[in-house]
């Protein structure tokens, strides 16, 4: 402990009058310091400065070795160039009686209609259903128990995502994983696809809605007949519905036909309701029955010669999201409808309305590629891996037609690509056999094992990048232990301009080294950029370890690690070490990923209970100290299990888990009130040590009350806006209340991230000169030291025993103010929790003594884990809250809704990453050794990101083993990635935030005005 730590002392300090006390620099009093205080605060710039440095080269290796691990396991597919014409398949390849590749075109013109995640369930009859998202719909089912329309459900290849169904739909291919991180960044597509096929000879494209196809088809559409809207706004439920709405009905209109020859309309009302709201919502029936009248005016103004072909290109799950795989994220819509063709239909045509649709017949998104292609006389598009659907075509003769340009098709397509050409020769053959029936079958058979062998070839991985990408993370968490925990922390200190010479100078060695090797050896799947990435992680590596081995033996580190266990290690450490095992061994099996929250919650309430043991049998505790021990330990311990009852459940816990995460009345009006117990519980635990003085009750008392009233009146606000009886009777305008949300929310993120933050770097500590005359003296406490001064005056600091923490703690409200706000109001009465718990914490750190103990940081990075959770979070796509971006802003605007999203998915880990410097700062006084406090903190901030990197280099390699697992895109892979993104974000904040801006500045400020 430092030597001059008084954790216990929780009253007000006494200065003895001679030397008079010190003033601030800034005060015009302020008098010359001596040169030794100089040299001291310069040696402390210095040290700082070089911790900053290391941490900075110490999170590029992390970065490097994350970014090969991800090149290596997120899959990537190279696309054949291949453009197909109606010339490129040679004639009578299969039994000889095609005149040409193309068949002449079923319909003159095409509108196809996507209602963004209609899942199939929304348009059958559902009986004795009182869902709002049932029987709104129905005109699909009603026209398609003719002989004109035909109903099916439609499923989505994973991942569930827009961009990457649109793909599938107009290529016929499969998108792969790594392709759901472009779904806000779309490039145009650059391989076959109907839309090009139209557009080369010469057809005319009308597009309106969902702006992702200007992103993919801007080429192929008719910039007259362009009608894109901003997709992203979840929260905006009808201005992309109203546009094409107001876009499609004049083109339809007999005078405009000629105008176009394929319309398409992407309607995102349904998927927007379902994102803010979920299905459940009556605002579901209103877009559901808008819907319906659509499309009902859509048949009425049909030509004969047109087909009009209506999807969903994905579903949702219960939450209204999706993403993931699902069934009702899988399951949407397929309705094709004309009114002078009869579609083939199955004798299995018609079902029973009373099961959900479970046996209505089922058809691939991507078999929509080769059906559109052929019904409009069109090359089939080279990639396609679909199948036409039987339904589409009037007869059996079209059907076997159709199968046989598809099956040459697809034979082309096997011959030119690598690795496939060789394989189901014999299938083939088998086929050319058949006739009729069974050669549609045996057709089915051979695109069923040809898709199949598709799939497997996609889903290699590059083992060579994920080796690397774990050892260098490995060397990287072998550092990390080394010089947060095995050298002495003084030397520590002394050594960083030795670690940052020797790494810069490893660095330029290895990438000099591995841009010769990469030019002279040309490495196979090298690139150049490779080379140097690993050069230069290597070069890292090798310079951090320099210094040590050349200060330090193997030997003496060994007795060092040995040492510091032998002299800190107790049950506390034992805990501590137990806690990382097991939540890096949880990665090992798929339900233990799946129940991550509970254990989380498990290991925080062992360690509660065990504190409540540790202050009941402490025997250097006093009556008082245990009491108020126990009192703490007994409040993290009740808080910790109410947190744990906040839960966002996964599907695969559907079963076993009830969801608590959604918004109440009671939910806001309990917002509302933490509004105003949150401060005064806050102001309890400073007058704990007196330090509820000067700059505190202008933060708690008045600034964090503010904050969190205009948070709970945001909410307030939502909930009126959502809620159907203030709706039906129109209470409030809708206007209205939009524009006090938006100038709320902005004002709560100016004051909490940009003006208290600058107030805060600029304002006073939270102490208090008391000067009190001689007849006062009597009355104060026996226990205080005192000395008259010459004036007869005496004076007192109050809040000098938490100097530091008191302070520091401000900077931490200002943050959670902002993260609280981006938060849905169960999620911020989370977060509340979360400051009670963290200030409970320290107290408990204080009393039992562990604040050097590997417990305190571990626990601190338990809690950011359960609050992760409990903020209606999951290491799954679907559970990341998108419409959260839209709080500030109406479209789009970088930086601001990525912001807003990042606060809210990453809020409760920068809360606590914020709080680390805490367990060093929480109740001391000034410290006469700057620096040896300085590398204490450091030690905690290496210690947490310590802990992110057992866990994540645990997620990474656990998912490298299971990349064959039956889960591994729906559970390891989500789970590595989280892991991977807080590997990244949180070495940024610790290094910009916690240590720059935070701990530097109130270390350095505590240091001038109480330096010695």
């Known amino acids: 402990m430092d030597q001059n730590y008084n954790g216990n002392d929780n009253g007000p300090i006494t200065k003895r009058s001679s030397p008079p006390l010190p003033t601030p620099r800034s005060s015009p009093y302020t008098q010359q310091l001596p040169t030794r205080s100089k040299i001291r605060q310069q040696k402390l710039k210095y040290t700082f400065v070089g911790y900053i440095i290391v941490l900075i080269f110490l999170s590029i290796t992390q970065f490097i070795g994350v970014g090969f691990f991800k090149s290596g396991f997120l899959l990537s597919r190279n696309v054949l160039p291949g453009i197909s014409t109606c010339h490129n398949i040679e004639n009578g390849e299969i039994n000889g009686d095609l005149t040409s590749s193309c068949l002449s075109p079923r319909f003159k013109k095409t509108i196809l209609l996507v209602i963004d995640a209609l899942r199939f369930d929304f348009v059958i009859p559902v009986s004795d259903s009182q869902e709002y998202y049932h029987n709104n719909f129905p005109i699909l089912y009603d026209l398609s128990q003719t002989n004109n329309g035909v109903l099916l459900k439609f499923i989505a290849d994973p991942p569930t995502t827009t961009l990457q169904r649109l793909k599938g739909l107009t290529t016929g291919s499969l998108p792969t994983f790594i392709d759901a991180g472009s779904n806000f960044d779309g490039d145009a597509i650059d391989e076959d696809n109907w839309l090009l096929q139209l557009h080369k000879i010469n057809k005319t494209i009308a597009f309106m809605g969902d702006d992702t196809w200007q992103a993919l088809f801007s080429d192929y559409i008719n910039p007259n007949l362009n009608f894109p809207y901003d997709s992203l706004n979840v929260w905006d439920l009808d201005t992309v519905d109203n546009g094409v709405i107001e876009h499609l009905f004049p083109l339809i209109e007999k005078d405009q036909c000629s105008k176009w020859d394929l319309l398409i309309g992407h309607f995102l009302g349904v998927d927007h309701v379902g994102h803010r709201y979920g299905p459940r919502h009556y605002t579901m029936k209103q877009k559901l029955n808008q819907m319906n009248d659509v499309i009902t005016k859509v048949v009425e103004n049909l030509e004969e010669d047109t087909l009009l072909v209506l999807i969903g290109d994905h579903g949702m799950d219960s939450t209204g999201n999706h993403g993931g795989d ?159 925990r095995s050298i002495p922390a003084v030397r520590v200190s002394t050594m960083s301009f030795e670690f940052i010479g020797s790494v810069i100078a490893m660095t330029i060695m290895g990438i000099v080294l591995s841009f010769s090797v990469c030019i002279v050896l040309k490495p196979a799947d090298f690139s150049l950029k490779t080379c140097i990435s690993i050069g230069a992680a290597l070069g890292m590596v090798i310079g951090f370890w320099a210094p040590i081995m050349d200060r330090f033996s193997i030997n003496f580190l060994y007795h060092q690690t040995i040492d510091f266990f032998m002299y800190n290690f107790n049950s506390w450490s034992f805990m501590g070490i137990l806690f990382v095992a097991f939540h890096c061994l949880i990665f090992a099996s798929n339900s233990f990923v799946v129940w991550e929250d509970k254990m989380i919650s498990f290991f925080l309430l062992t360690f509660g209970f065990s504190c409540i043991y540790g202050c009941s049998v402490n025997s250097k505790l006093n009556k008082s100290q245990k009491i108020l021990g126990i009192s703490h330990a007994v409040t993290f311990t009740i808080l910790t299990r109410i947190v744990s009852m906040i839960n966002l459940c996964r599907e695969e816990q559907r079963s076993y888990c009830e969801p608590t995460f959604s918004t109440h009345w009671w939910t806001i009006v309990l917002l509302v009130l933490i509004s105003f117990l949150l401060p005064s519980t806050i102001t309890s635990f400073y007058k704990l040590s007196d330090s509820y003085h000067s700059a505190a009750p202008l933060w708690i008392g008045t600034g964090l009350k503010f904050i969190l009233f205009m948070n709970s009146i945001y909410w ?49 500590l939270c102490v208090k000169l008391d000067l009190k005359d001689d007849l006062d003296i009597e009355r104060i406490n026996d226990s205080e030291e005192e000395e008259e001064k010459p004036n007869g005056k005496t004076a007192t600091i109050l809040g000098y025993g938490n100097v530091y923490g008191s302070s520091y703690f401000l900077l931490v409200l200002n943050f959670t103010g902002a993260v609280m706000l981006t938060n849905k109001p169960i999620g911020a009465i989370s977060l509340s929790i ?85 367990i060093t700062l929480w109740k001391i006084i000034p410290s006469s050794k700057p620096i040896t406090l300085l590398s204490q903190i450091i030690t905690n901030v290496t210690t947490l990101i310590t802990y992110h990197l057992f866990t994540g280099l645990s997620s990474l390699i656990f998912a490298a083993h299971f990349r064959r697992h039956l889960m591994v895109w729906k559970i390891f892979a989500p789970r590595f990635m989280l892991s991977g993104l807080l590997i990244i974000v949180l070495n940024i904040f610790l290094i910009i935030f916690t240590l720059w801006f935070g701990t530097g500045r109130i270390i350095n400020q505590v240091n001038r005005i109480f330096g010695k």
Request: glycine letters at 4%; charged letters at 20%.
């Open 716 to 764: 307030v606000f939502e909930y009126i806006q959502n809620n159907e009886y203030f709706n039906k009777y129109n209470i409030v305008g809708s206007n209205l209340i939009k524009s006090l949300k938006l100038a709320i929310a902005r004002l709560v993120l100016f004051i909490t991230l940009i003006l208290a933050n600058f107030s805060w770097s600029r304002g006073p």
């Open 326 to 484: 699902s069934p009702d994220e899988l399951e949407s819509t397929l309705f094709m409808y004309s009114k002078n063709h009869k579609f083939l239909k199955k004798d299995d045509s018609f079902y029973d309305i009373s099961n959900l649709g479970a046996d209505y017949r089922e058809v691939n998104q991507i078999d929509l590629v080769s059906t559109m292609s052929i019904l409009l006389g069109l090359p089939i598009p080279f990639n396609n891996l679909g199948f036409p659907i039987d339904e589409a075509f009037g007869s059996t003769k079209e059907l076997i037609s159709a199968t046989k340009l598809t099956i040459n098709q697809i034979k082309k397509f096997r011959d030119l690509t690598p690795n496939l050409s060789n394989s189901l020769l014999d299938d083939y053959k088998s086929l050319l056999k058949h006739e009729n029936d069974m050669f549609v079958e045996k057709s089915k058979q051979y695109q069923y094992k040809s898709l199949e062998e598709c799939k497997s070839l996609w889903a290699r991985f590059d083992l060579r990048f994920i080796g690397i990408g774990i050892g260098i993370l490995f060397l990287s968490l072998t550092f990390m232990i080394t010089y947060a």
């Open 834 to 918: 979360l400051i009670v718990q963290i200030l409970s914490l320290l107290e408990i750190f204080d009393l039992l003594q562990i604040r050097k103990n590997l417990i305190s940081p571990i626990i601190f990075s338990l809690l950011s884990f359960q609050h992760f959770f409990s903020t209606g979070h999951q290491a799954t796509i679907p559970s990341i809250q998108w419409e959260i971006g839209f709080m500030t802003t109406e479209n789009i605007v970088f930086p601001f809704t990525h912001l807003n999203i990042i606060l809210n998915t990453f809020g409760s880990f920068f809360i606590i990453a914020l709080s680390i410097p805490l």
